[in-house]
């Protein structure tokens, strides 16, 4: 009960802690409308979306990772670590001092250089890494632009035209961090996980690329606010995935939402697979993982080894972040948007709508950012044939059977109403593929330690008796004993 209440309080705390950074990004993002010029709610935007919410995110998971998975696997999780202050020295503090120890150690540790690296390109590795990642997210809508006091502030970086063309196009230059990284080293074992890694992030970047086609179909655009939608705007209200497919009649907004999920589930598969394998973690950690080969990182030492960790944990929240703007409605609700935007109170204080929404979204990224660590612990590594089959071999070919399936319902049907019904039935096979797997796994469980020998060698007879009870000359260490 007492670990029910803690993650209860947990919770809670993330939520108001949520909400209120973006209801200070807001109101910050007024402060800088009113007293420096227009649109420079984007350049605080820098500071709380990129810095704030994506870094300190970034930072925390690295403590998130260990205690999810204690709880996954029973275990206590990091607790060692206390912090030498009167009150406090023996409370593990929810292993939060762990986070500071790592820092101070990286931060402390002594920066080794191969003699023989080029030192200029050893040290450019960990930067052409970190640095595409980071910029990622200054596409990504984080929130509604509303009216704060009589100015409009926007919850995004930058809205250029090409937004998603923008984003894979900054992704792939992570590829030159991990080959710098590897072949600058002037290690063999580095070169060849540099080179793995390589071919890794490469051949998944074209089935990326194919699983959003159709969703740029469907919604006629690349720019990501114009994906997401706006119902708080009237010139874009009911665009996007603010639009449903089916509703109902009456004020209160209630029906199916065109979000990416349910009109391009195909299509969502093969981006988080793919997104997921560029990110080089379980099960896709060939590239570095001890049993396959040496990481291409293995000549890195302190803080520059810690920005090739850290930036895995950036990649996971801008996936997250990236995944809920284009299949889970960004920031919106899944009903009742149009009504609670309509209301007097939330169109006289925006910034308490724009918290609302923007707390929504957070939320959504904080929930799938769950999902991928629940995977990172769940799924053993993949083979490295077996990363290449699942790329070449299976989503490349389902990336094309969907954009032209997807281009022919827009063409047939402009609601996309053809589109979601087909969605719906590939989310139904999906679910019932998985559940039918499920049931016949556990019946060949069943049927294997019904009979003979379980796992554990102790099998029993027709009698009812051990095995190695029934059959004193077993050569089983069972029956040895």
Same mark, same amino acid.
């Given at each position: 009960?007492?670990?029910?209440?803690?993650?209860?309080?947990?919770?809670?705390?993330?939520?108001?802690?949520?909400?209120?950074?973006?209801?200070?990004?807001?109101?910050?993002?007024?402060?800088?409308?009113?007293?420096?010029?227009?649109?420079?709610?984007?350049?605080?935007?820098?500071?709380?979306?990129?810095?704030?919410?994506?870094?300190?995110?970034?930072?925390?998971?690295?403590?998130?990772?260990?205690?999810?998975?204690?709880?996954?696997?029973?275990?206590?999780?990091?607790?060692?670590?206390?912090?030498?202050?009167?009150?406090?020295?023996?409370?593990?503090?929810?292993?939060?001092?762990?986070?500071?120890?790592?820092?101070?150690?990286?931060?402390?540790?002594?920066?080794?250089?191969?003699?023989?690296?080029?030192?200029?390109?050893?040290?450019?590795?960990?930067?052409?890494?970190?640095?595409?990642?980071?910029?990622?997210?200054?596409?990504?809508?984080?929130?509604?632009?509303?009216?704060?006091?009589?100015?409009?502030?926007?919850?995004?970086?930058?809205?250029?035209?090409?937004?998603?063309?923008?984003?894979?196009?900054?992704?792939?230059?992570?590829?030159?961090?991990?080959?710098?990284?590897?072949?600058?080293?002037?290690?063999?074992?580095?070169?060849?996980?540099?080179?793995?890694?390589?071919?890794?992030?490469?051949?998944?970047?074209?089935?990326?690329?194919?699983?959003?086609?159709?969703?740029?179909?469907?919604?006629?655009?690349?720019?990501?606010?114009?994906?997401?939608?706006?119902?708080?705007?009237?010139?874009?209200?009911?665009?996007?995935?603010?639009?449903?497919?089916?509703?109902?009649?009456?004020?209160?907004?209630?029906?199916?939402?065109?979000?990416?999920?349910?009109?391009?589930?195909?299509?969502?598969?093969?981006?988080?697979?793919?997104?997921?394998?560029?990110?080089?973690?379980?099960?896709?950690?060939?590239?570095?993982?001890?049993?396959?080969?040496?990481?291409?990182?293995?000549?890195?030492?302190?803080?520059?080894?810690?920005?090739?960790?850290?930036?895995?944990?950036?990649?996971?929240?801008?996936?997250?972040?990236?995944?809920?703007?284009?299949?889970?409605?960004?920031?919106?609700?899944?009903?009742?948007?149009?009504?609670?935007?309509?209301?007097?109170?939330?169109?006289?204080?925006?910034?308490?709508?724009?918290?609302?929404?923007?707390?929504?979204?957070?939320?959504?990224?904080?929930?799938?950012?769950?999902?991928?660590?629940?995977?990172?612990?769940?799924?053993?590594?993949?083979?490295?044939?077996?990363?290449?089959?699942?790329?070449?071999?299976?989503?490349?070919?389902?990336?094309?059977?969907?954009?032209?399936?997807?281009?022919?319902?827009?063409?047939?049907?402009?609601?996309?109403?053809?589109?979601?019904?087909?969605?719906?039935?590939?989310?139904?096979?999906?679910?019932?593929?998985?559940?039918?797997?499920?049931?016949?796994?556990?019946?060949?469980?069943?049927?294997? !330690?019904?009979?003979?020998?379980?796992?554990?060698? !102790?099998?029993?007879?027709? !009698?009812?008796?051990?095995?190695?009870?029934?059959?004193? !000359?077993?050569?089983?260490?069972?029956?040895?004993?």
């Amino acid at each position: 009960m007492s670990r029910i209440l803690t993650m209860l309080f947990a919770m809670a705390t993330i939520v108001f802690a949520v909400a209120g950074g973006v209801a200070s990004a807001y109101l910050v993002g007024y402060l800088a409308e009113e007293y420096l010029f227009e649109g420079a709610s984007r350049l605080t935007n820098i500071l709380f979306l990129m810095l704030v919410f994506v870094m300190i995110t970034a930072t925390l998971l690295t403590l998130a990772e260990r205690k999810w998975s204690a709880f996954m696997q029973d275990r206590v999780g990091p607790n060692r670590a206390r912090l030498a202050i009167p009150g406090l020295s023996n409370r593990s503090l929810g292993g939060i001092p762990h986070i500071i120890t790592d820092v101070l150690k990286m931060l402390t540790k002594e920066d080794f250089v191969p003699g023989t690296a080029n030192r200029f390109l050893f040290n450019l590795g960990p930067i052409l890494a970190f640095a595409p990642v980071f910029a990622l997210f200054a596409v990504v809508p984080a929130g509604p632009t509303v009216n704060v006091f009589g100015k409009t502030v926007d919850m995004v970086v930058a809205t250029p035209d090409f937004g998603m063309l923008y984003l894979l196009a900054i992704a792939s230059l992570a590829v030159y961090g991990t080959s710098l990284a590897g072949w600058s080293s002037n290690n063999k074992f580095a070169l060849l996980g540099g080179v793995r890694a390589s071919a890794q992030m490469i051949s998944y970047e074209v089935a990326l690329g194919l699983s959003l086609v159709g969703l740029f179909l469907a919604f006629s655009s690349v720019q990501l606010p114009a994906l997401v939608g706006d119902v708080g705007n009237a010139l874009v209200a009911g665009t996007g995935q603010a639009q449903y497919l089916w509703r109902t009649d009456g004020g209160f907004d209630l029906g199916l939402p065109a979000w990416g999920i349910f009109i391009q589930p195909l299509g969502f598969i093969g981006f988080f697979v793919a997104s997921f394998a560029e990110t080089k973690r379980a099960p896709f950690d060939a590239p570095e993982g001890e049993s396959e080969i040496i990481g291409y990182f293995v000549e890195y030492s302190g803080m520059k080894f810690g920005m090739f960790m850290i930036s895995e944990f950036v990649e996971v929240v801008v996936l997250a972040g990236v995944t809920t703007s284009l299949f889970f409605g960004g920031h919106h609700l899944p009903f009742g948007g149009e009504w609670l935007a309509a209301q007097p109170f939330m169109q006289e204080h925006g910034w308490v709508y724009g918290t609302l929404l923007g707390t929504v979204f957070w939320l959504k990224v904080i929930l799938l950012i769950w999902v991928q660590l629940v995977i990172r612990w769940t799924f053993p590594r993949f083979r490295y044939d077996q990363i290449q089959n699942l790329g070449w071999k299976i989503l490349l070919p389902v990336g094309l059977a969907n954009v032209f399936i997807s281009g022919a319902l827009v063409l047939w049907d402009p609601s996309l109403r053809a589109l979601g019904v087909v969605g719906l039935l590939e989310i139904g096979f999906v679910v019932a593929l998985t559940m039918t797997s499920g049931s016949k796994t556990s019946d060949a469980h069943d049927a294997a !330690h019904g009979h003979g020998h379980d796992a554990h060698g !102790h099998g029993h007879d027709a !009698h009812g008796l051990p095995a190695h009870a029934a059959d004193p !000359h077993s050569h089983s260490p069972a029956g040895a004993h």
